[in-house]
């Protein structure tokens, strides 16, 4: 058989239905907000449907009537009516129309044969792909489930949008932030200092949060996900590339029951916490939390796991645990901190095309270390994100973890010499932690404080917030 198959098949299409939706909405100007919701002018396989059809839409923006009348007038002045067939045509549509109220199911017949037409482009778009040899076949695949992806969400072909189109939608959103001012407009985050500077994390996000190792960015993000998924009901999925799925769940476990994790750890458990555990363990056993523990996964694996993620399970907050553990395939071996721009760019790609907000955990580099032994030359800077490359430039949010009361503990365990002066060292708060949001595309910088019990791995509110 021959590797180039040629086909000489017509494309899939309905004229019949095509005919018969468009007279329906002239018809019937009610079924044209119905239509509306399914059909767009490029579903129409006969060019001169999809203009009519962009008239009829045009006429029905503008609040005017859709009619014979009305129709040839506008055809006429853009110089269109003989190229759809004229009067006669337009009245061959209408007459033709069984029953308006059957528009809804034209429709659908229409996109369905849009659709089958759009799989054959995307078949052979990836037929075309894999005869180059010069492409990676998990990256064909990686683009395959994409092109896919879209095609399923409707969302192929729609990168230009007129502003008029979203106008409309901007203002729906300023309205309906305005009816519930003072509410979260994201995903609330279960700490309310940061609610009030975020508005909660936002659709299509890339977030980072970065620390040093030991500071609890993977106790937060955990409670960022905990909270999440059990008081909003939202889906959360979780890519766990350091620890696996069983840790990473006895650290959730622990958080929710307050249990000592090193007492858990170790075997050392009392009565009462057993009883906690197992409340814990009922509290989260229908929680729509998924997990995947594959370390090593590259940006374009990930993608992928995260497109399945959304659409079994419902995702709609996804974490990262963490950057610098992803991989690169071999093209991309030469340069670390080109790795790390891929990744962070792909990564605000997923964002974007899932719509949901990304959460990344990320190392932050030894320079933190190598700064003044001063306590407050410590706080990390946006400068000091481990192979910064573009994780700045692509981030939304930018957040640091810094405790003061981790220093001292270095210090008083001669792992690490930090200046503290007396007086300073007996005001420590050894649960008092910064949340510093150092970059915040749209909304303020500043910092909130967090009470961290390191002995369950949570973190919780504490009362006051200071300007960055």
């Known amino acids: 058989m021959s590797e180039n198959v040629k086909f000489s098949k017509v494309a899939p299409q309905s004229i019949e239905a095509e005919q018969s939706v468009l007279g329906s909405m002239i018809l019937d100007r009610d079924m044209i907000a119905i239509v509306l919701e399914t059909l767009e002018p490029r579903h129409f396989y006969a060019e001169k449907h999809g203009e ?39 009245s061959a549509l209408v007459e033709g129309v069984p029953t308006p109220e059957h528009a809804p ?34 990256e064909i695949i990686s683009e395959a489930e994409k092109l896919l992806y879209d095609m399923s969400q409707g969302r192929a072909f729609k990168d230009i949008t007129p502003i008029k189109a979203e106008l409309k939608k901007a203002f729906e959103i300023i309205d309906r932030k305005y009816q519930n001012r003072g509410e979260v407009s994201g995903l609330p985050t279960g700490f309310e200092d940061l609610n009030k500077l975020t508005g909660g994390f936002q659709k299509s996000d890339l977030i980072i949060l970065a620390a040093r190792p ?73 929680v729509p939390i998924c997990i995947v523990d594959s370390p090593g996964l590259t940006p374009l694996e990930l993608r992928a796991k995260a497109r399945r993620m ?19 395939p071999g093209k991309w071996s030469d340069s670390r901190v080109q790795q790390v721009s891929e990744m962070t760019r792909q990564l605000k790609m997923m964002a974007r095309e899932l719509n949901v907000p990304v959460m990344v955990l990320s190392q932050l580099s030894r320079a933190v270390e190598t700064r003044e032994k001063d306590i407050k030359k410590k706080r990390p800077q946006l400068s000091d994100l481990r192979e910064s490359g573009s994780i700045e430039q ?28 007396e007086s300073e060292a007996q005001k420590v708060d050894p649960l008092k932690t910064e949340l510093i949001l150092a970059k915040h595309r749209n909304g303020p910088t500043g910092k909130v404080f967090l009470t961290f019990r390191k002995e369950f791995t949570r973190f919780e509110n504490a009362s006051s917030r200071e300007e960055y």
Request: net charge negative; hydrophobic share 45%.
């Open 214 to 286: 030991g500071m609890g960015k993977t106790s937060l993000a955990l409670n960022f996900a905990e909270h999440i998924a059990v008081e909003n009901k939202t889906g959360v999925g979780i890519f766990t590339l350091e620890m696996s799925a069983t840790q990473l769940v006895t650290r959730i476990l622990c958080a929710r029951s307050e249990v000592d994790a090193l007492a858990l750890r170790e075997g050392w458990l009392r009565d009462d916490d057993w009883h906690r555990l197992a409340m814990a363990s009922e509290q989260l056993h229908n």
């Open 52 to 90: 009519i059809y962009k008239v009829v839409l045009e006429l029905y923006e503008a609040n005017e009537p859709v009619d014979m009348v009305t129709l040839v007038e506008l055809l006429s002045k853009k110089g269109m009516l003989d190229k759809v067939g004229g009067p006669a045509y337009l």
């Open 310 to 328: 959304q659409k079994e399970f419902g995702v709609e907050f996804i974490i990262v645990d963490y950057l610098q553990l992803m991989s690169m």
């Open 394 to 421: 692509d981030a939304d949010l930018v957040m640091f973890l810094f405790r003061e009361g981790y220093y001292l503990e270095l210090t008083q365990t001669g792992a690490e010499s930090v200046q503290f002066d």
């Open 105 to 138: 199911s034209y429709a659908k017949l229409v996109a369905q044969k849009a659709m089958l037409r759009d799989l054959i482009k995307t078949g052979n778009e990836i037929v075309r792909m894999s005869y180059d040899e010069e492409e990676n076949a998990d």
